[in-house]
T-cell receptor, first 111, second 111 residues
Framework: RKEVEQDPGPFNVPEGATVAFNCTYS??????FFWYRQDCRKEPKLLMS???SGNEDGRFTAQLNRASQYISLLIRDSKLSDSATYLC????????????FGKGTKLSVKP | DVKVTQSSRYLVKRTGEKVFLECVQD?????MFWYRQDPGLGLRLIYF???????EKGDIPEGYSVSREKKERFSLILESASTNQTSMYLC??????????FGSGTRLTVV
């Protein structure tokens, strides 16, 4: 069974805090990994891909641990505008891109 | 940027009606997908298509059908709408396994 598991939260953090989300996936044949961001009542949007070597985009760092089958997202210096739901996404389907979405982790950044 | 357009932002339909949800993308993507998103259940794949006139069932196809007569258009059809099909419907397209671009969603209420 192809599953992607996330802690639903909510994570309530003050501005400026560092927050980390983890996600586990069930199928070791998974090929590519992503984090999406979804604002309230909006569509999901690609935040960043996750590479085996780890990757960083400004305040956001994504890590992949294939041996343990988990993915992480670290947000440093949280902003109010980071408040959203973060979806962990795994591609099981090869070149056609059949993605499996986690249910999301809700982040609320408070002043 | 890829644009995925869903024809309606909000729809209210009566039980038993046949409902058409339209999705158009403008970047010549082969792959198109229909999801529904419900609180606590996350995104669930209804149908997808890898090419014109091709369709594949996702995880929850019951009560739905799809049509892809042209590459840019992927339609979701509710043959006889029921109240348990009240949901947010999201269309997405992709070129490859890199990631999806979503439309802004259609919030369907069946009364």
């Amino acid at each position: 069974r192809k599953e992607v598991e996330q802690d639903p939260g909510p994570f309530n953090v003050p501005e400026g805090a560092t927050v980390a989300f983890n996600c586990t996936y069930s199928n070791s044949a998974s090929q590519s990994f992503f984090w999406y961001r979804q604002d309230c009542r909006k569509e999901p949007k690609l935040l960043m891909s996750v590479y085996s070597s780890g990757n960083e985009d400004g305040r956001f760092t994504a890590q992949l641990n294939r041996a343990s089958q988990y993915i992480s997202l670290l947000i440093r210096d949280s902003k109010l505008s980071d408040s959203a739901t973060y979806l962990c996404v795994v591609n099981y389907g090869g070149s056609q891109g059949n993605l499996i979405f986690g249910k999301g982790t809700k982040l609320s950044v408070k002043p | 940027d890829v644009k995925v357009t869903q024809s309606s932002r909000y729809l209210v339909k009566r039980t038993g009606e046949k409902v058409f949800l339209e999705c158009v993308q403008d970047m010549d993507h082969e792959n198109m997908f229909w999801y529904r998103q419900d609180p606590g259940l996350g995104l669930r794949l209804i149908y997808f298509s890898y090419d014109v006139k091709m369709k594949e069932k996702g995880d929850i196809p019951e009560g739905y059908s799809v049509s892809r007569e042209k590459k840019e258009r992927f339609s979701l059809i509710l043959e006889s709408a029921s109240t348990n099909q009240t949901s947010m419907y999201l269309c997405a397209s992709s070129l490859d396994s890199y990631g999806y671009t979503f439309g802004s969603g259609t919030r369907l209420t069946v009364v």
